[in-house]
T-cell receptor
């Protein structure tokens, strides 16, 4: 039982490049989410999903896309990376009122 | 709207000191409340939670009581250790909000031997 896994752990991109942050969970949770962590700002919700095929925007969705084709996976796509997207990204997975988080992806956009 | 406010850090304590990290919230209805901990270089771990008024969450010697009358969920520990050095996040979620958490800004705790 791996819980919530995220890949990669570290990534450096150039402005304008695209990439996908992967997130997978093996706990059969309905709810999955993506947050970004920036100094002094806590974690802010980017996108979330309440089940396969259902996604919605969070507080800071601009510049990010998501899809949820299976219960297990919830990838986050950056279509054209910008320096403002330099951050640590956490994927969450959970039930009605409790979220568990992966180890994070540290992304730097130059 | 819903929000969470934590005391600013960093908080520096000596080993075996008493810890309080204040957390207050603004929310309609009856949110669930959480404390998460982030050890250096790691992800977030759920430390404890409370889902209704007057509930006390506890784990690893940490406690927090859901106080609806003061809209607070202060984190306490009677005797901290160096290994408790971390960033602590208070968070809330509304029932059936699909795991949408609203976080405070985090409080860094440093415990010196």
């Amino acid at each position: 039982n791996a819980g919530v896994t995220q890949t990669p752990k570290f990534q450096v991109l150039k402005t304008g490049q695209s990439m996908t942050l992967q997130c997978a969970q093996d706990m059969n949770h309905e709810y999955m989410s993506w947050y970004r962590q920036d100094p002094g700002m806590g974690l802010r919700l980017i996108h979330y999903s309440v089940g396969a095929g259902i996604t919605d925007q969070g507080e800071v969705p601009n510049g990010y896309n998501v899809s949820r084709s299976t219960t297990e996976d919830f990838p986050l796509r950056l279509l054209s990376a910008a320096p403002s997207q330099t951050s640590v990204y956490f994927c969450g997975s959970g039930s009605t009122d409790t979220q568990y988080f992966g180890p994070g992806t540290r992304l730097t956009v130059l | 709207g819903n929000s969470v406010t934590q005391m600013e850090g960093p908080v520096t304590l000596s080993e075996e000191a008493f810890l309080t990290i204040n957390c207050t919230y603004t929310a309609t209805g009856y949110p669930s409340l959480f404390w998460y901990v982030q050890y250096p270089g790691e992800g977030l771990q759920l430390l404890l939670k409370a889902t209704k008024a007057d509930d006390k969450g506890s784990n690893k010697g940490f406690e927090a009581t859901y106080r609806k009358e003061t809209t607070s969920f202060h984190l306490e520990k009677g005797s901290v250790q160096v290994s408790d050095s971390a960033v602590y996040f208070c968070a809330l979620s509304r029932y059936n909000q699909g795991g949408k958490l609203i976080f405070g800004q985090g409080t860094e705790l440093s415990v010196k031997p």
